[in-house]
């Protein structure tokens, strides 16, 4: 996926989350982790979420945190298996979310605008229908 698609489809996500129902699941179970960077299994290739954003930011600028998941391959979106929801921690916080829709009609991408006023430690939640909550690698934003 090329820069320009992975856009497109994240303001997909945007306008079906408007209107769209949401899988009602939660999973309150400890996230998995990936355990290889080196040798990813074929589930953490397309489950462990992938964190596009900045290294610096000035305090309580507007900043893109782009979300994807999985971080090395598309994680598919069918009728029987999809991303449920979305979330972006900072600092371990819940700060925002994005929930998709039954049915895998929507790309398991987001873009989240943020402002910041410290800096700040970035992870994203996924969670599959099938698969379980994943957790993504943490992201470091500087803040001045
Ligand atoms: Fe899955």
Redesign the pocket.
Known sequence: MNRREFITGAAAAGVVLASGKVYAGEDKSEPMRLNSKDNPTE?EQ??VPLIEAPDKAKAGQWIDVKVKVGFMKD??STPE???TYVKLLADDKEIAKAEYPVGGIVSSSAVFKIKLDKTVKLEVVEH?????TWISESVKVDVS
């Open positions: 589930l397309k489950h994680h598919p298996h999809w991303i599959c229908n099938l698969h379980g």
